[in-house]
């Protein structure tokens, strides 16, 4: 059974600031996802991460994959408070997706 | 805007009741995936669809059953519902089983 762990669980930023999120997952999984939810709304799919080595930057968020350390990362670089938001990760194996428990995001001016 | 669409936002029902829950996917689209988010038990997959047939299988109850039709629009039926069921329903479509998936705005669903 696949397990995905995330981590930090809140975090709390200063605009202009670079964090890493991280996702462990416990077995090998096809494939990656990132998703953000704002407070009330659905979730946005960011980034599909198929392969070890896989690197895809969208605007302030880059996420990348190693799949021999089973880690995913979620980098932001110079936060503005747009990005405020949860932020999942879910590992995909036969079809079926395990989410992490999500990261808050707060960014302050 | 996604193009997903699910029916209703909101639905407000007793235990022991049974609901509907209706999703359209994207033009195209021929995968249908059912998602539960409570803060109980976080996000949790329930059921994948692809072109009218069961594709994968999650955490999804017994009480619980859904289907793809052949317009590809999708229902996810649970009864004998409980408090515990309360949750956000997300329904999400991709073109194909492994790719980008699209959310649609979700069902909130109240057990009372």
Redesign the interface.
Known sequence: ELKVEQNPLFLSMQEGKNYTIYCNYSTTSDRLYWYRQDPGKSLESLFVLLSNGAVKQEGRLMASLDTKARLSTLHITAAVHDLSATYFCAGVIAGKSTFGDGTTLTVKP | D?GVTQTPKHLITATGQRVTLRCSPRSGDLSV?W?QQSLDQ????LI?YYNGEE????NILERFSAQQFPDLHSELNLSSLELGDSALY?C?SSPG??????????TRLTVT
């Open positions: 996604s995936y998602y976080g996000l949790q997959f994948q594709r994968a299988k999650g997300f999400a089983g492994g790719d980008e998936q699209y959310f649609g705005p979700g």
